[in-house]
């Protein structure tokens, strides 16, 4: 049997970012279901940060998170965490309602923009192929490697225990929790559910059920910038019609399917017709020859009923705390989310 005063599930964004927030003041210990941590959704994020992405409480979520981002704690990175990179949302004449309510509910923050200039800008873009187009200057590539190991190296640096190959087999309630992993046992006042897409799972495992929390696959893949061009000043251009997305990524381009795949928790993989999409829906919309894919993959993001992230704690079960549902977003607002969950949880303690 081990003791700590809290024992989190989960060792991607979620789970590490909130085992740094509270390490140097309760003892921690972070159970990982792989052999690795990130191993999921964390690792294969597209890593935008945007402050007009997700619903009225995800936006402010990000919003509160920009300052972390811009001036981390002191020795948390040697990198920046954000690098600029202005985002272009493009509209053909049937999505001309969505983007007119995208731009209307991000005042100050996002502007029109005249399709020719939207070109001039991008001329890799159609000019036929849409009809309005929108930009948010202040968005910006996130370093999701310098992120994720700042965290974790934070809390390894304030004595949080990081356990991997400990998938849980049960959770038992009673004075405290009670935790089998990897054939150990572990116990805790406190336990936190950051399990991502297997957050339902767990919490059924609890006997408190998933909270209709699901998973859904999403596709991406890399293919070569067009011939002796330097890609590293395009913007990040999204369709508002969610048809795709693409950006800069290391000299080669980024694109994905903007799809959204009911899936049960596993290790996502890419379908062969969705990888095919992606290429199709490019070559409609811009002058690129998709030749090769370079690198194809999936990964799934889980998203709760009302598309909101949970921190909470469980009405039902004391000292059961959800940390889950981040859907596409987990990544620009685990400073805030994790913030605002350790300082929950301490009070509890």
């Not at 972070?30 to 294969?44: K, V």
């Not at 002796?228 to 950006?247: C, I, P, R």
Request: glycine share 10%; charged share 25%.
């Amino acid at each position: 049997m081990k003791d700590a005063d809290v024992v989190i599930i989960g060792g991607g964004i979620a789970g590490v970012s909130l085992a740094a927030r509270i390490g140097d003041r309760a003892r921690v210990i972070l159970l990982e279901r792989e052999s690795m941590l990130a191993a999921h959704t964390t690792g294969r994020s597209a890593a935008v940060f945007t402050e007009t992405y997700g619903n009225a409480a995800v936006r402010e979520l990000t919003r509160a998170s920009r300052d972390f981002f811009e001036r981390p704690p002191e020795g948390f990175t040697g990198h920046p965490l954000l690098h600029p990179r202005a985002s272009l949302f493009i509209a053909r004449a049937e999505d001309h309602a969505r983007i007119e309510k995208f731009v209307g509910e991000n005042p100050g923050m996002v502007e029109w923009l005249a399709p020719d200039e939207a070109v001039r800008r991008m001329p890799v873009l159609k000019r036929g192929y849409f009809a309005a187009a929108a930009l948010e200057p202040g968005s910006a590539d996130i370093d999701v490697h310098a992120l994720f190991d700042g965290f974790r190296r934070l809390a390894l640096h304030q004595g949080a225990a990081i356990v991997t190959n400990a998938e849980v087999a049960a959770l038992e309630r009673g004075a405290r929790w009670a935790v089998v992993a990897g054939g150990e046992r572990y116990r805790a006042p406190v336990v936190v559910n950051a399990a991502g897409a297997w957050a339902g799972v767990v919490g059924e495992m609890a006997g408190l059920g998933n909270r209709g929390i699901q998973p859904m696959r999403r596709t991406a893949i890399m293919i070569d910038a067009p011939e002796n061009t330097d890609v590293s000043g395009w913007l990040f251009v999204n369709d508002a019609g969610e048809q795709f997305y693409f950006k800069p990524d290391a000299g080669r381009i980024l694109a994905s399917l903007a799809d959204e795949t009911p899936s049960p928790p596993c290790d996502a993989q890419p379908e062969e017709i969705d990888v095919a999409t992606i290429a199709w829906r490019l070559e409609e919309a811009t002058h690129l020859n998709v030749k090769r894919i370079r690198r194809r993959w999936a990964g799934l993001r889980t998203f709760t009923p009302n598309r909101t992230p949970i921190f909470e704690f469980d009405a039902a079960a004391p000292g059961f705390f959800w940390l889950a549902g981040q859907g596409g977003y987990g990544i620009q607002t685990s400073p805030a989310i994790s913030q605002r969950a350790a300082d929950a949880i301490l009070a509890a303690l």
